[in-house]
């Protein structure tokens, strides 16, 4: 039954590195000719959690997932699942239930035949397989579509109930291939809600493929973040947004305002003429140069007083009006081939009478200084 599965919220809080490793990835290597899809991947998924891969196309997320299924046979490297070294197993030696970007429901077959079809071949009794299936529909919300054909659902609908038949098999593992992308905005948060609540409620492990940054961010507890077939990062959404390891990752996760600096001292860096506090330097000489990241939102434009460190006066460029906030083009003076982008809320562009091509001081706060070596391109 299901509900043995299922897990308070409490039993979910905290780290969930913590937990046990469920699935453990080992120098996992995946060649296509001569290109090498995956170099050297190792990774642990912790029990319980919802981990997902991110990254642009081609960087490797869905070759890994694919691997970790037994689809794509990898060419070096083990994976164990459960403590069980499937490294060489056939996709159905192998624990688990998947859904694909594209479905993959049978339309010859109804609603309630799609989710049991996985029971059927398991020559699960008749009477058994209808209250499975029954229950599962009634957990992913169609409780009244099981006669109905894939054809008659909204994309949504559709979508549930390929989760629902992923997880009929009451698999250990999960693993979701970029599920929401075929669905419309409106529809993709709604379900992805509902599938972070189900995934804690049932305590499943669970791998999520996706492009999005904002749906790996909504949903994850962690997030591996790839490029060209290598993991960059592997942290908590607060993690990677908030301290990302490379340009790369400070890029693809959100907006980042990118400088060329030198270090200047223990806690100071050069911006051309200019010296700011850093508090992020991280022991580098001076004269070293570096490429420093800030946040766009973490542009500070109120409370600046005289003594306030890392003042800065720019002009007010453009202003792009994007609903709750204004998006401003900044740039400095005595140096207009450098500009910045700056959030500002509405509030704040109201309160302050921010308009395109006023002066205008700013604060780089030095705590949100980023220092990444300058050799590392984005």
Known sequence: MLKTLERSTSDLAGDTRSRPVHLSIRNLTKRYGTFTALKSVSLDVYAGEL???????????????????????????????????????????RDFGIVFQSYALFPNLTVAANVGYGLVNRRMPRAKIRER?????????????????PGQLSGGQQQRVALARALATSPSLLLLDEPLSALDARVRVRLRDEI?????????????VTHDQ????????????????????????????????????????????FIE???????????????FRCANVGGRPSGTRVKLGLRPEEIRVRGVESETENKLTVRVAMLDYLGAFCRATLEIDNAPELSLAADFSANAVRDLKITEGQPLTIVLPPECLRVFPRGEVV
């Open 51 to 93: 981990i997902c891969f991110l990254g642009p196309s081609g960087c490797g997320k869905t070759t890994l997932l694919r691997a970790v299924a037994g689809l794509d046979m990898q060419d070096e490297g083990r994976i164990e699942m459960g403590g069980k070294d499937v490294s060489h197993l056939p996709p159905s030696a």
């Open 133 to 149: 299936v029954d229950e599962l529909l009634a957990l992913v919300g169609l409780p009244d579509q099981g006669s109905k054909y």
């Open 196 to 208: 972070k609540s189900l995934q804690r409620r049932l305590g499943v492990t669970t791998i999520l």
């Open 214 to 257: 904002e749906e790996a961010l909504a949903m994850a507890d962690r997030i591996v973040v790839m490029n060209h077939g290598v993991i960059e990062q592997v942290g908590t959404p607060e993690e990677v947004y908030s301290r990302p390891a490379t340009p790369f990752v400070a890029d693809f996760i959100g907006t980042m305002n």
């Open 261 to 275: 600096a030198e270090i200047a001292g223990p806690e100071h860096v050069r911006i051309g003429n200019l010296a």
